[in-house]
Each structure stands twice: as C-alpha cells, then as structure tokens.
C-alpha cells in the first residue's frame, strides 16, 4: 500500500548545487571536440579509476560516425586518459557506428584487469568489445542469429566465472521482441543462448539483476497492455526457473530498474500513467514509484518518488538503481526543478532504506550561467568509490551543445563543501535558486489550501479546478486574482490531486496531496 507520506517532499526540501567553473572537481563538464559528447554512465575501475562511458560523433572523410567514448579520471578527477572506438566492419551499403544509451549496453570492470562494453550496431546486431586497463582494445565479437534480426535493447553485461552473460531484447524473425540471454566465454564464443516469452507478443526487457551466483532476475514490460513480466533464469545452463506476470495497471507502475537484496526480494523503480481531461483536453500525468517485492513477486510497500510531471513536459525517472555499501539504495536519474528563473532538466541522485523510508533526494545542474534558457542537465549510471563517493555519468546542455558531464559528491550527495545547504551561500557559487511562478501551501493540505504568485501577480479572476488522477473534476471556484488566494475545500478522500489554475488566459498545473 502506498504510505501516506510522500517521497516527492523530501526532494522540495532538498538540494541542489551548481558551479561557474569548469575546473570544480565535484561538477564538471568537458567539450572533447567531437560533433557531440556525452556519458551514460560513469564506472568505478580499478584500483578505484573512474571512467566515463558514453558516446560521441566525429566527421571521417566526409562521413559521420558514432562510436563509443571511455574518459579515464585521476584521483583529483582530471581526465588520464580517452579512447574514441568506431565500427570496423567493412559494408559499403550503410554507414557503420555503434550505438549506446541507457538499453543500449554499458561497461564493465573485468576480472583480468581489464573491462568489457557491449553494444548495437548499425546492423542491428549485438557487439562486446574487451579492453585492457588503458582502454585499449584486445578483441571484439559480434553476434548474429538466425532466429533473430535485430536487437530492442542490449543491458549493461554481467561478468561470471569462465565468461560473461549478455541479455535484452531481441526482435524475432516475426517481428516480435523476445526476451534472451546469451552466455560467452572469456574470448566472447557463445556456450549458450535461450529465448523467452510469449511466441509472438513482444516483451521489452528494461533491467536485469543477479540473485547470488546462479540467477539471473529480468524484469520486462509489455507496455501496450501495461503490466510487469519477471524471469528468472539459471545462468549455468540458460533454464528458466520462475516466470511472474503483475496485473494490469500495476501499483509499482511499469518497472524501469530493479535491484535484488540478500532475502530474494526486489526493489524496483517505475512509472504509473494515468489521463486525465481538465476542460475536454487530454492529459498524461507520470508518476513514479518505488517498491519492494517478496520473494514471491508480492507487493510489500510502493511508496511515490518525486512529483508527478506531465508526459512529454521534462522528466522525471531513474536511470539505475544500485545497492550501496551501506545497505541502502542510490537511485540516479533527472529531474525537473526551478532555477535561474525557468524550470530546468537536473541530475537527480536520491538515496532511500530497503523499508522504502527516503534518506536524501537533491539535484544537480552542470557548471553553466543559469540565466541561460538551454542550460539542463541529465544523469546516466552511476559508481560508489572505494570510499563511499558517488561518481555520476551524465549529458548537460549550457553552451548551446552536448557535453561530457561528470558530477563527484560525498556518501550524502553532497559536493566537498563544508556545508550541504540548499543555498550554496558564498558569493563565487550559484545564486539562490528562483522561485517558481505560482506556489501552493500547506502541500498535503486538508480543508485549507493557498495559491500564491511570489512574482507578477495576474489580473482578473482565477480559475481554480482541482481534479483526481482519474481526470474527474472533483472541485472548483472562481475567485478575484490576489498575490495569496486562500481556498476552502471540500472533505475529500485522501490521496493525490492536480489543481489547475487559469487566469489571463495563462493555466498552471501543480500537484495537490490531500491528507
């Protein structure tokens, strides 16, 4: 059941911090001097080497090529070291790059030293590279099946002892996505390769993750009829142990990331969707979730993790999921948040206990001038140094392109400053992040709730509607514009409202928690 408090709170009360400067360890953001850079990860190495994994593209004889971009940081977070990696197949009918996003491959330190990446290329096939410990390649293995044509998503790689295990989504021969995981040896020949599903359906595999040594937990969705798929699967021999299918519409909302604890069960991460039509016009609200499974797939808490954010208007999600040293969970994703005078994309980073109970949530944006109205910034995967660091791999957007963005902070997400405020107070930091154009107070709220403009206050009267997640009008008045306008409302179930307000033709949307 979802606890009555609300995650989303912790976040409005927490932090975030930016830098005018390139130079701050903690927060930087570097230009290489391709056509476009940036990361979707950031791996913790060897011997504690940090590395950023993303992807980039540069002009060669007169063609564009993608490839992959690995950037190695020192102890003080310089860069040692880069490594730019392209398609090497020779095929005069299409233009070869490789391809890499969030489910589409990721890096791995490896056993021997070294580390293993996996992508997609440009003929739909799924690809390993090996590297040594400079990131220079060893070999490279591409595969082809005969029962499949292409590839929907290629998850990071998981090394085992004597190989590897790749799995995703494959698009069969019948144009379906069928769940797969392939185990290679130490030089990337296939030992084994299974395919999972329903024949036919599609099934798009989101995330993967071990069960001590010999499972493998998948977690795909089936997004047009919007519920959650779980396999578990012996990596010895590729057998299927248990398969799990949630209800329609279900309270974790569709699964993005999931990660396994010592008892068998699951934290998961998702978003629930829900429409609504204020006026004749449609609405798609996002709202994402955190949960925790038992053993058996059974729901043991599922508790809302940031505001909801309409569809298609910012972000708002995880990128991943990871258990830290301490126990706890680290989620790292994006966020939409007030600065400089606009709503912007941040790295999100928040940390929660396995009870679902919220430690810390704050958001980060990239070392630009935050009056600009392009600055935004985007975390991919992140790592925990050996001494509980956090490092974040990301893309930010300030100078009107993509950049490489690598953000560092303490266990606490907090940058090495002697202090973790809200406003970074010395005069060489960010100014005090600006308000937002409307405010609603107190938020949850019972009977009393106030609209307040903090700036230019509209003229005219004021719309006030407050709707349910269903979409319903439940609620309205009008009343004369005012810098503060109380409201007096009816006794209404708990749970979550989005109150729209219009005046002079303009129409805010904020989210309302009724207790």
């Known amino acids: ?94 233009i070869n790059n490789f391809a890499v996003d969030y489910l589409y ?18 003929r739909n096939n799924s690809i390993i590279v090996k590297l040594n410990r400079d990131l ?13 044509i292409s590839n929907f998503t290629v998850v990071e790689p998981i090394e085992l002892e004597g190989g590897y295990l790749l799995y995703g989504t494959a698009k069969a021969l019948d144009g379906s996505g069928a769940p797969y995981a392939r185990r290679i040896n130490k030089v990337g020949e296939t030992q084994w390769v299974q395919y999972y599903g329903e024949e036919g ?17 998948i977690s795909c969705t089936k997004s047009e009829q919007f519920y959650n ?21 279900p309270e974790t909302g569709l699964i993005r990331q999931i990660v396994a604890l010592e008892d068998g069960s699951l934290i998961t991460f998702g978003e629930v969707f829900e429409e609504y039509y204020p006026d004749g016009w449609l609405f798609s609200m996002v709202q994402s979730v955190i949960a925790r499974l038992s053993p058996v797939n059974s729901v043991q808490w599922a508790n809302p993790a940031g505001p909801p954010h309409l569809f298609g208007n910012g972000q708002e999600g995880s990128r991943e999921l990871k258990l830290v040293s301490d126990g706890n969970i680290v989620s ?11 709503k912007k994309l941040a790295g999100w980073l928040f940390k929660f206990t396995p009870e679902g109970d919220t430690l810390w949530s704050r958001y980060y944006l990239p070392p630009f001038d935050l009056s600009g109205e392009n600055v935004s910034g985007q975390f991919g995967r992140f790592g925990e140094l050996p001494n509980g660091d956090l490092i974040v791999g990301g893309k ?41 154009e409307v405010t609603v107070f107190p938020n949850p709220a019972c009977r009393h709730l106030t609209v307040a403009w903090p700036g230019a206050v509209p003229t005219g009267t004021g719309h006030f509607t407050l709707y349910n997640l269903q979409g319903q009008p439940v609620w309205s008045v009008i009343k004369p514009s005012a810098p503060e306008v109380p409201l007096q409302l009816p006794e209404l179930p708990p749970g979550m409202y989005a109150l729209r307000v219009e005046s002079e033709g303009q129409v805010w949307v904020e989210r309302v928690v009724i207790q």
């Open 229 to 249: 798929i779980i396999y578990k699967i012996n990596v010895t021999d590729g057998t299927l142990q248990s398969e799990w299918a949630s209800e329609v519409y």
């Open 201 to 217: 359906a599609t099934e798009i595999v989101q995330d993967g993750t071990m069960q001590g040594d010999s499972i493998l937990v």
């Open 1 to 94: 059941m979802i606890k009555s408090y609300n995650i989303w709170l912790f976040g409005a009360l927490s932090l975030f911090f930016y830098t005018f400067s390139v130079a701050q360890p903690a927060n930087r953001a570097d230009d290489f001097g391709y056509d476009f850079n940036d990361y979707i990860d950031a791996v913790v190495g060897h011997n504690g080497a940090m590395i950023g994994f993303g992807r980039a593209m540069e002009e060669s004889d007169g063609v564009d090529r993608i490839g992959v971009l690995l950037t190695r940081y020192g102890p003080s977070n310089e860069v040692q070291l880069q490594n730019f990696i392209t398609d090497t197949a020779t095929t005069s009918a299409i």
């Open 332 to 342: 790292a994703g994006e966020h939409s948040t007030w600065a400089g005078g606009s």
């Open 396 to 436: 930010s957007r300030g100078d009107g392109r993509r950049n490489c963005w690598l953000v560092r902070t303490d266990a606490q997400g907090c940058p090495s400053l002697d202090s973790c405020a809200y406003v970074v107070t010395s005069e060489e930091w960010a100014p005090s992040p600006a308000e937002p």
């Open 105 to 122: 491959g990721g890096l791995i330190p490896t056993g021997d030293d070294g580390y293993l990446f996996n992508a997609v290329t440009s």
């Open 136 to 148: 220079q390649e060893e070999f490279r293995y591409e595969y082809q099946d005969s029962n499949a």
